[in-house]
């Protein structure tokens, strides 16, 4: 039978979930729950990279190893705060799915519309499959009005400047073909949050295929978050940046 599947082109594949973390014991035993709720036929693994969280988050993330199995969930953590982006080549090492996705631990995305994902990049046979706020079909839940012009602002001015062919760049839910993202990451310079527009814009750039799921950000439930004023002012650095050399 299975035999049969794969003549289909009904491969089955497997995927690795990256979830990076930072104070996150609040959310990272629900967010995990979750994926296993939608993901109940799919072949996965979910690979947590925690930056030395103060808070118990690797002490949780353990306890979900002795639930799950530690082949199904994978702490690997590192001595401090290190970056989104060096996050993300870290876990990447580690990952041994067909295709990685990369969500964040905070409940902002949500693991249900991972079935969307994957069901868009089996019928488009997609490189990329990015989640928006911004077409049909999806939205922003939670935020105040200042934080929604901001962020549709900076995603106007973006578009405006680099032409990314998508219509959320600083979104940071999305699914990659495994090498794909391989060659991606390794021609990023980008650190923080900087590093999810520049990903997108490098694809772009290097003719892969892309295409969109709609998705409602929901602003985090616990915790607090770790955008500020810095964060701005890096994405206005990186934006000029990537205008210069994309």
């Known amino acids: 039978m299975a035999d049969e599947k794969e003549t289909k082109g009904e491969k089955k594949y497997k995927y690795s979930i990256l979830i990076p973390t930072y104070n ?29 969280s103060p808070d118990g988050t690797q ?13 199904r969930i994978l702490l690997r953590a590192r001595a401090k705060k290190l970056g989104l982006g060096t996050a993300y ?17 905070d409940l902002s995305h949500h693991p249900k519309y991972l079935p969307s994902f994957i069901k868009k990049q089996l019928e488009t046979n997609a490189s990329i499959v990015t989640g928006t706020r911004y077409v049909k079909g999806g939205g ?13 602002g900076a995603n106007v001015l973006a578009q405006t400047l680099l032409w990314p062919g998508v219509s959320d760049l600083t979104g940071s839910f999305r699914l990659y073909k495994k090498s794909v993202l391989e060659d991606v990451i390794s021609s990023c310079v980008s650190k923080g949050y900087v590093f999810q ?30 955008l500020g ?11 000029v940046y990537l205008l210069l050399t994309t």
């Open 140 to 152: 922003v839940h939670g935020w105040n009005l200042m934080r929604k012009l901001t962020s549709r």
């Open 24 to 52: 996150e014991r609040l959310n990272i035993a629900i967010i995990v729950y979750l994926v296993f709720k939608h993901l109940r036929d799919v072949d996965f693994e979910i690979i947590v990279v925690d930056d030395g």
């Open 229 to 239: 004023g810095s964060e701005i002012v890096e994405y206005l650095k990186g934006l």
């Open 197 to 226: 527009m520049e990903m997108i814009v490098r694809a772009t750039r290097k003719g892969y295929h892309i295409e969109e799921v709609p998705i409602t950000f929901v602003d985090r439930v616990f915790g607090t978050s770790k």
């Open 59 to 71: 002490e949780i993330v353990k306890q979900l190893q002795q639930l799950y199995g530690e082949d």
């Open 89 to 105: 080549i870290h876990g990447l090492k580690h990952a041994s799915g067909d295709f990685v996705v990369i969500m964040d631990a």
